[in-house]
């Protein structure tokens, strides 16, 4: 194609507050971009990344060609969205597991009990000579504090030998870890409810035997599909047929509610749901690769529930990103700084002034390949005007199912009004508006799908700016992974060429 744009945004530049346009190169029609917090996007490698406030999302969640991301605001309502092991979660006939093969610094001293120190004896407790050992008729503890975090996942060897009688309890201050009572080497896995806990070997009923060797180690989770959080995915284990992790925060009736995650298999073949607030099961078409999931609803109560459950016992799954928003669709992750707390992610737009030389009022194309966030019933809009609304052209999602418009405003009469019914208006879509006195035309895939051969268009240097919205509401909600103006109306072949997929 022989004509070229005056202006040409094609994201592939950006800096803190803009986002670059190809052309014109030197500059002039770069975009403003606002969004007063952080965020997350989809990487080149396929990997979740937070970008700082203030900075353009260059997404590939849609390929391997970034797009120009915009998202309305909203909150993470789940306050721990990562630690599935934090008792802020209930697991019913299921466990959380770390990666053992991470296991870190040791939380115990002297575990190996080479001195009679470190340790509170009760009596009956003796250490000497590498053991701790028993020998006693009434239940006493052998204890120390260790630093263990609340939430977090900690794997617990012990050692036992010399047994006679009697059992061995295993406790974080109140939490029941295990209790044995024969020799062996046992490994557990334990998700700790205290912060700085007590570590205790209780000594139960009359009991005489040894400890050879105790450790406490934190682990990390396993990999996960995130930049900023690499370790943070953990293992849901069924331990029982129709396994739940779940958790009912507060909520309202009446209002729409998403709950999304990031799943996949690691071992079984059973079905697993994830639960929308209403509790109603939506099945999961896992594999072993990353996939999120949501499940949207009107909440007809006051408890917005968030639901994993694994129908079958010894199925495995990596869960990882929980997230519950009060809205009909789901967003991009939200991660709070600090889990325990709700997060909000800011309405983001972009916008660019004092470009009458580079926009025609009398003729041209306003090319986009767009594709929006979410058929939702709203208005999202991109708009060429004069900083008004009368003196504009309306290039927007309308809140009619799956419809493309674009509208020719002159003194807020409308001169062209065009639209069309796409296939789906949330995968990408090329989509140009002609405009011209008597000559109005909308081009989507490679088609002229809509003509309006009569009405006049405002006088020149009227258009001056680009706006992702209309009249600072109705936010364009979607990705954008070309726009282009043109200051003449192309010729159709030159549509077909720009427009065709």
């Known amino acids: 194609m022989s004509t070229i744009p005056s202006i040409a945004m094609i994201p592939s530049g950006y800096k803190a507050n803009k986002v670059y346009s190809v052309l014109p190169t030197d500059g002039a029609a770069d975009l403003t971009f606002a969004r007063t917090s952080s965020a997350n996007r989809v990487n080149s490698n396929n990997l979740i990344e937070e970008v700082a406030t203030g900075v353009p999302r260059l997404d590939y969640t849609d390929g391997t060609c970034p797009s120009l991301l915009l998202e ?121 409810t205290t912060t700085n806990p007590t570590f205790y070997l209780y000594a139960v009923g009359d009991s005489e035997f040894s400890i050879d060797d105790v450790s406490v180690k934190e682990v990390q989770g396993f990999s996960a599909p995130s930049v900023d959080n690499p370790t943070s995915a953990f293992k849901l284990v069924a331990t029982a047929n129709n396994a739940l992790l779940n958790k009912t925060p507060t909520g309202t009736s009446g209002i729409d509610y998403t709950n999304s995650i990031y799943v996949k298999r690691v071992s079984g073949s059973g079905d697993v749901f994830l639960r929308n607030v209403n509790n109603t099961n939506i099945l999961l078409d896992l594999s072993t690769e990353w996939k999120r999931f949501d499940a949207s609803i009107i909440s007809t109560s006051t408890f917005s529930r968030f639901t994993i459950e694994i129908a079958t016992i010894g199925d495995e799954i990596m869960v990882f990103g929980a997230q519950q928003e009060q809205l009909s669709h789901s967003t991009s992750l939200m991660l709070p700084a600090v889990e325990g707390s709700t997060v909000t992610r800011v309405a983001e737009t972009a916008s660019k002034t004092g470009l009458a030389s580079y926009i025609n009022s009398e003729e041209g194309v306003l090319y986009a390949e767009i594709s929006a966030l979410f058929d939702d019933g709203k208005n999202k809009y991109i708009t060429i005007s004069d900083g008004g609304t009368q003196n504009a052209i309306r290039f927007y999602f309308s809140s009619t199912s799956k419809q493309i418009v674009a509208r020719y405003y002159v003194g807020n009469a409308v001169k062209a ?78 549509l077909v060429t720009l427009t065709t997929i």
């Open 72 to 192: 309305p605001q909203s909150t993470n309502l789940i306050t721990y969205p990562l630690s599935f092991g934090s008792n802020y979660w209930t697991k019913s006939g299921a466990s959380i597991e770390g990666d053992s093969s991470t296991a870190g610094v040791e939380k115990v001293t002297n575990g190996d009990f080479a001195t009679d120190s470190d340790w509170s004896k009760g009596t009956g407790w003796t250490i000497s000579g590498g053991n701790a050992s028993v020998d006693t008729a009434s239940t006493v503890g052998l204890s120390q504090a260790i630093s263990a975090v609340s939430g977090s996942i900690y794997t617990v060897v012990v050692e036992m030998s010399n047994y006679t009688s009697g059992s061995l309890q295993l406790q974080f201050g109140s939490q029941i870890i295990d209790t044995e009572s024969a020799n062996g080497k046992y490994v557990y896995t334990v998700t700790s």
């Open 417 to 494: 009004n065009l639209y069309y019914i796409l296939s789906d208006s949330t995968i990408f879509n090329k989509i140009a508006f002609k405009f011209k006195v008597n000559d109005f035309a909308l081009w989507v895939n490679g088609n002229e799908v809509q003509t309006d051969l009569d009405g006049n268009v405002n006088p020149s240097n009227t258009f001056n700016r680009i706006d992702f919205n209309l009249g600072g509401n109705n936010y364009f909600e979607g990705n954008v992974k070309d726009l282009r103006i043109y200051k003449t109306a192309l010729s159709d072949s030159e």
